[in-house]
């Protein structure tokens, strides 16, 4: 057999485009605007709830109007304002983040050619297939950031809140090494941010458009850390920063006067209602993710073991890559392979702690037989543990063990990115990723397991 990939977008369900159809862009803008409108709806309903009959909401149903207008003339009681939305402080917080990026790719792309980012500095030791592909992302990256902004800040609204407005900055770079090389830091702090604040979300509406934009953060931060030079995923499980944290790094390319977020956890504020509706218990939901994990732990286990580097470095789908990043892919591999293998210990011993039996690792057959195949699944796989990971954000009820998930989750999308780029596909296909239910990745898993 030829040593040519195997169709795997009907395994993993991603849009196989370079994330610049302008198609794909504006399908992307509904899906993510979607899920944001319902945010604002829940939000509404919500504070419609909390008004304890004195108040009525702009939009009121049609059964406040029934109340007959003489009756309502002659209460003179005072309403009760509804309680503000607390998930409008994570929101604008992220706003404010998703401002800032805005800013910086609308300012540097206007600054520098598609030329003069192909022709940067450090770039000079990739090929001519990567440097080419550089402008694009960074455009399609540029329209992610612009999206969220226009999305979160109408979510807000909905929400009855003030959308924080976008700032001045000074983002330092002189040359387009050094716009890519901030580029990259600030990728990275988004992620990290979207990580520490994802617990603070109460309504699960916003946690699920909020994990779709995590992930996909960390998938350009993925990119820019390969064409950088650094390693794309760094930690097996992704850093979580404080909003201290994050506004000392954003504050140094702020120049205009800000106000500062709100704290994300005030008092009386109302629990998560991440299990609103959902009787799974977190044991569940944990060998659930540990049976993704255990396939992947031994997906990359038995394909490192089957091809060397040399082989890996050979593959056919990578002949348009140039040695710099071709001498990376096994490094790289090895790495993504201990991620998983970590992952499932720690879920592992999490199990147990909980009190719960951990599920075992199966048999399996990957169904790969040369290392351009074996690239072709591991890049399905990535972006299906992406999917599932967001699925079930909801249905954690334990802080630290959602707190892991949400960690593990960013990490699986900084993966999926550089396997969609091994296999010249767009590293982050949509504005915000979307989530599978454990039913549509049980199926897609249940093709590799061996029944015995």
């Given at each position: 057999?030829?040593?040519?990939p195997?169709?795997?977008d009907?395994?993993?369900g991603?849009?196989a485009?370079?994330?610049t159809?302008?198609?794909?862009d504006?399908?992307s803008?509904?899906?993510?605007?979607?899920?944001?409108?319902?945010?604002?709806?829940?939000?509404l309903?919500g504070?419609?709830s909390?008004?304890?009959?004195?108040?009525?909401?702009?939009?009121?149903?049609?059964?406040e109007?029934?109340t007959?207008?003489d009756?309502?003339?002659?209460?003179?009681?005072?309403?009760e304002?509804?309680?503000?939305?607390p998930d409008?402080?994570v929101l604008?917080?992220?706003?404010?983040?998703?401002?800032?990026?805005?800013?910086f790719?609308?300012?540097?792309?206007?600054?520098f050619?598609?030329?003069?980012?192909m022709?940067?500095d450090?770039?000079?030791?990739?090929s001519?297939t990567?440097r080419m592909?550089?402008?694009?992302?960074?455009a399609?990256?540029?329209a992610h950031?612009a999206?969220?902004?226009?999305?979160i800040?109408?979510?807000?609204e909905d929400?009855?809140g003030a959308?924080v407005?976008?700032?001045?900055?000074?983002f330092g770079?002189s040359?387009?090494s050094e716009?890519?090389?901030?580029?990259g830091a600030?990728e990275?702090?988004?992620?990290?941010a979207y990580t520490?604040?994802?617990?603070?979300?109460?309504?699960n509406?916003?946690?699920?458009?909020?994990?779709?934009?995590?992930s996909?953060?960390a998938?350009h931060a993925s990119?820019?850390?390969?064409i950088?030079?650094?390693v794309?995923?760094?930690n097996g499980?992704?850093?979580?920063?404080t909003?201290?944290?994050?506004?000392?790094?954003?504050?140094?390319?702020?120049t205009?006067?800000v106000?500062?977020?709100?704290?994300l956890d005030?008092?009386n504020e109302?629990a998560a209602?991440?299990k609103?509706?959902d009787?799974?218990s977190d044991?569940?939901v944990?060998?659930?993710?540990?049976?993704?994990?255990?396939?992947?732990?031994?997906?990359?286990r038995?394909g490192?073991?089957?091809?060397?580097d040399?082989?890996?470095?050979?593959?056919?789908?990578?002949?348009d890559?140039?040695e710099?990043?071709?001498?990376?892919?096994p490094?790289?591999?090895?790495?993504?392979?201990a991620?998983e293998?970590?992952?499932?210990s720690?879920?592992?011993?999490t199990?147990?702690?909980?009190g719960?039996?951990p599920v075992?690792?199966?048999s399996?057959?990957?169904?790969y037989t040369?290392?351009s195949?074996?690239?072709g699944?591991?890049?399905a796989?990535?972006?299906?543990?992406?999917?599932?990971?967001?699925g079930?954000?909801?249905t954690i009820s334990?802080?630290?063990v959602?707190?892991?998930?949400?960690?593990?989750?960013?990490?699986?999308?900084?993966?999926?990115s550089?396997?969609n780029?091994?296999?010249?596909?767009s590293p982050?296909?949509?504005a915000?990723?979307e989530?599978?239910?454990?039913?549509?990745?049980?199926e897609?898993?249940?093709q590799?397991?061996?029944?015995e």
């Amino acid at each position: 057999m030829s040593d040519t990939p195997r169709g795997t977008d009907a395994t993993d369900g991603t849009d196989a485009t370079d994330g610049t159809n302008s198609n794909t862009d504006r399908l992307s803008r509904r899906r993510f605007g979607g899920a944001l409108a319902a945010v604002g709806a829940a939000g509404l309903a919500g504070c419609s709830s909390n008004t304890g009959g004195g108040g009525t909401p702009t939009g009121g149903t049609e059964t406040e109007m029934d109340t007959p207008m003489d009756t309502e003339t002659e209460t003179e009681e005072p309403t009760e304002a509804a309680p503000p939305n607390p998930d409008i402080d994570v929101l604008n917080y992220a706003l404010t983040l998703e401002h800032l990026e805005n800013a910086f790719y609308r300012e540097g792309l206007d600054e520098f050619s598609d030329d003069e980012l192909m022709m940067a500095d450090s770039l000079s030791t990739f090929s001519e297939t990567l440097r080419m592909q550089v402008p694009e992302y960074l455009a399609t990256v540029g329209a992610h950031e612009a999206a969220h902004v226009s999305a979160i800040s109408g979510t807000i609204e909905d929400l009855g809140g003030a959308p924080v407005g976008e700032a001045e900055y000074d983002f330092g770079y002189s040359t387009p090494s050094e716009f890519l090389a901030t580029a990259g830091a600030l990728e990275n702090t988004g992620v990290a941010a979207y990580t520490g604040a994802a617990a603070a979300i109460k309504q699960n509406a916003v946690l699920g458009a909020a994990a779709g934009i995590q992930s996909v953060e960390a998938r350009h931060a993925s990119f820019l850390n390969l064409i950088n030079g650094e390693v794309p995923f760094p930690n097996g499980v992704e850093t979580a920063s404080t909003v201290e944290e994050v506004l000392e790094i954003a504050g140094q390319f702020i120049t205009s006067e800000v106000s500062s977020p709100a704290p994300l956890d005030g008092e009386n504020e109302p629990a998560a209602d991440r299990k609103a509706d959902d009787d799974t218990s977190d044991v569940e939901v944990l060998n659930y993710a540990l049976t993704l994990e255990h396939l992947e732990n031994a997906f990359y286990r038995e394909g490192l073991e089957t091809y060397s580097d040399d082989e890996l470095m050979n593959a056919s789908v990578l002949s348009d890559y140039g040695e710099e990043l071709r001498m990376a892919v096994p490094g790289h591999l090895e790495t993504v392979g201990a991620h998983e293998a970590a992952h499932v210990s720690a879920i592992t011993d999490t199990v147990n702690q909980l009190g719960g039996t951990p599920v075992e690792e199966a048999s399996y057959d990957f169904g790969y037989t040369n290392p351009s195949e074996f690239l072709g699944v591991a890049r399905a796989l990535e972006n299906v543990g992406v999917s599932a990971y967001a699925g079930q954000a909801g249905t954690i009820s334990a802080d630290a063990v959602f707190g892991a998930a949400v960690g593990i989750h960013a990490v699986e999308a900084r993966h999926a990115s550089f396997l969609n780029e091994l296999n010249v596909e767009s590293p982050f296909p949509m504005a915000v990723d979307e989530p599978r239910t454990m039913e549509e990745v049980t199926e897609i898993a249940g093709q590799f397991i061996v029944e015995e």
